[in-house]
């Protein structure tokens, strides 16, 4: 593989070689390094997770991409498994209206995940027959599905070589490599030429790394009280031997939740996900005090196609 070269922040005991390429301190190409240290680690530390195992199949990794964006894994563990007893397979979730799916979703959050995991699971029956498509070209056409889960679902359902690039790789990377505490608040094209540098050639190999420097982030390069003594690769990690300079960036964007316009869908969609037949809006104006913001919180999940309003002042969740 060819080793990346270290922006200017990286540590100087990661030399670059008279061709240029990065390496560590024996002189071995960087690149190789992380790979065969994150993985070794990760062979011993990954969680058993339900959608790690060989009978999940690409539609249950793709269920957890969808369900697990901004969404720990902890709370998503019991809703994967009813959704999976419940939907086996893309065909099963397509027959159902997309109202079912919002239902189901529970307290996920980000409930418009639902929705375009259902309309997902219609284009895969209506366009492959049922089963999720191998190639990264046509996950890419399903409908909501951006450039991360296509290439999350190529890598992790079907070993294929593909830069993965979630907040937890993207902070193992701005950290090991370019020598900051955080990545930029978007993922930019340095990170992605970044990424795609550092992939290994072997397709089995580079789909290991994903899934080893995503768990690295998830349960050691934290973003906050990160565990650098049991880091497999903290002997090359540029931000450590810099002496964990303090980001320096934009602001990092917190996650407000109490008395915010989401809290209120929240509470309104919690209403509607219990009943099964329409529901009166006085029975919506009950669940938040503020009537402007309620509102304002009704129509924008009108918007969404997550609520359909009925003749007399009913909603419910979407039958189409």
């Known amino acids: ?64 991409e969808f369900m697990l964006q901004q969404t720990p894994v902890n709370r998503v563990l019991p809703v994967y498994e009813q959704w999976l ?15 079912e799916a919002v239902r189901a979703w529970g307290r996920l959050g980000y409930p418009r995940r639902a929705l375009r995991l259902h ?16 190639e990264h070209s046509q996950l890419l056409a399903l409908p909501g599905i ?4 296509a290439a999350a679902v190529a890598s992790f359902a079907y070993g294929q070589r593909h ?11 701005a950290r090991a490599v370019t020598g900051v505490q955080y990545p930029p608040n978007a993922t930019t094209a340095a990170e992605r030429r970044l990424a ?7 397709e089995g190999t580079a789909a290991r790394w994903a899934a080893a420097s995503m768990e690295l982030g ?7 009280n990160e565990s650098c003594h049991h880091c497999p690769i903290a002997a090359h990690c540029a931000w450590r031997l810099a002496g964990k300079p303090a980001h320096d960036g934009p602001p990092r964007r917190g996650q407000t939740y109490a008395g915010t316009d989401r809290q209120v869908r929240g509470k309104l969609l919690a209403v509607l996900r219990e009943a099964h037949t329409p529901v009166p ?15 304002r919180a009704l129509d924008g999940l009108v918007a969404d196609g997550l609520v359909e309003p009925l003749a007399g002042g009913l909603y419910r969740l979407p039958l189409t």
């Open 1 to 64: 593989m060819t080793a990346p070269t270290l922006p200017p922040h990286s540590s100087p005991t990661a030399p670059a070689s008279a061709t240029g390429a990065a390496t560590d301190a024996s002189g071995a190409p960087l690149g190789e390094t992380l790979h065969s240290q994150v993985i070794t680690w990760f062979d011993g530390n990954a969680r058993d997770l339900p959608w790690r195992r060989a009978d999940a199949g690409a539609w249950g990794v793709m269920v957890s």
């Open 85 to 99: 007893e419940r939907w086996p397979r893309p065909a099963d979730l397509a027959k159902e209206a997309p109202g």
């Open 119 to 134: 309309g997902a699971a219609v284009a895969i029956t209506e366009r492959h027959g049922g089963d999720v498509p191998t």
């Open 146 to 149: 951006g450039e991360y889960t």
């Open 163 to 173: 830069a993965v690039l979630d907040t937890n790789v993207r902070r193992v990377l």
């Open 196 to 202: 795609r540098t550092l992939l290994p050639e072997d």
């Open 218 to 224: 998830a349960l050691v390069c934290t973003a906050k």
């Open 281 to 295: 809006q006085a029975v919506l104006d009950r669940v938040w005090h503020e009537p402007v913001q309620r509102a």
